[in-house]
């Protein structure tokens, strides 16, 4: 599967969200875009996100341009999984766009979170 990963930058994403998903499983078994993963290189987002199988949003932290990229995504009617921190409360409005949330305790817990909404989202598709 394509997966484009959008997030708020206004946290550590490197760390806590970069970092844990290169780590894991999911790194090998999939091709994972994160669009800051070299603050070098501009990234046209949107092209990306219109050649990818989902969108995997970290919404515990609102943001604009999070919500221009969900839009795009949900524009070409790409799937989206949200995932947010134990202890946020993501916007409601979210639920227009996707119908999959995940709460997460921990780094180990996300990459958990995350393989199961995959595994469902893939029966559906």
Not at 26 to 44: K, M, Q, S, Y
Request: proline residues 5%; contains cysteine; aromatic residues 8%.
């Amino acid at each position: 599967m394509h997966i484009y990963v959008a997030h708020s930058s206004g946290f550590d994403y490197q760390k806590k969200l970069y970092t844990p998903i290169r780590g894991s499983h999911l790194n090998t078994e999939h091709h994972i875009v994160f669009p800051h993963e070299r603050a070098d290189v501009f990234v046209n987002t949107k092209e990306i996100i219109e050649s990818s199988t989902l969108v995997l949003a970290e919404v515990s932290y609102p943001s604009t341009g999070l919500g221009i990229e969900l839009g795009w995504a949900d524009a070409a009617q790409i799937p989206i999984i949200c995932m947010y921190a134990e202890g946020s409360k993501p916007s409601e409005a979210l639920r227009a766009i996707s119908a999959v949330f995940a709460q997460y305790q921990s780094p180990k817990d996300m990459v958990e979170k995350i393989t199961t909404a995959l595994a469902a989202l893939s029966s559906t598709m």
